[in-house]
């Protein structure tokens, strides 16, 4: 069984900064590409950021610049660091993981539970 658990979310100003983590749990042989996304009230779930095993990262267009997409393959890690935060940044942030737990290889895509994240003054 393979588990993903976001933490740092919380409560910052207008121009503040949060770090996201994520750490994959569990089985895990390798974890290939993992993401960020996002989903505000009565809006769809967004992708944010993307990083793939070799560090190629891609980032939604309203975060570039500001937040940057990092991971830590001997830690199973993922991390957000979000800077100059808006109030269009309040959203759920999730973390994406493609997992390969057994020795067919397959991957399997794991969620986490989500962390909240809300900038208001």
């Known amino acids: 069984q393979v588990q993903l658990a976001e933490s740092g979310g919380g409560l910052v100003q207008p121009g503040g900064s949060l770090r996201l983590s994520c750490e994959a749990s569990?089985?895990?042989?390798?974890?290939?590409?993992m993401a960020w996304y996002r989903q505000a009230p009565g809006k769809e779930r967004e992708r944010v950021a993307f990083?793939?095993?070799?560090?190629?990262?891609i980032y939604g267009d309203s975060v570039k610049g500001r937040f940057t997409i990092s991971r830590d393959n001997a830690k199973n890690s993922l991390y957000l660091q979000m800077n100059n935060l808006k109030p269009d940044d309040t959203a759920v942030y999730y973390c994406?993981?493609?997992?390969?737990?057994?020795?067919?290889?397959?991957?399997?895509?794991?969620w986490g539970q989500g962390t909240q994240v809300t900038v208001s003054a």
């Open positions: 990083i793939d095993a070799g560090g190629t990262t």
């Open positions: 569990g089985s895990i042989l390798r974890i290939n590409d």
């Open positions: 994406f993981a493609f997992v390969i737990w057994s020795h067919d290889m397959r991957e399997w895509d794991y």
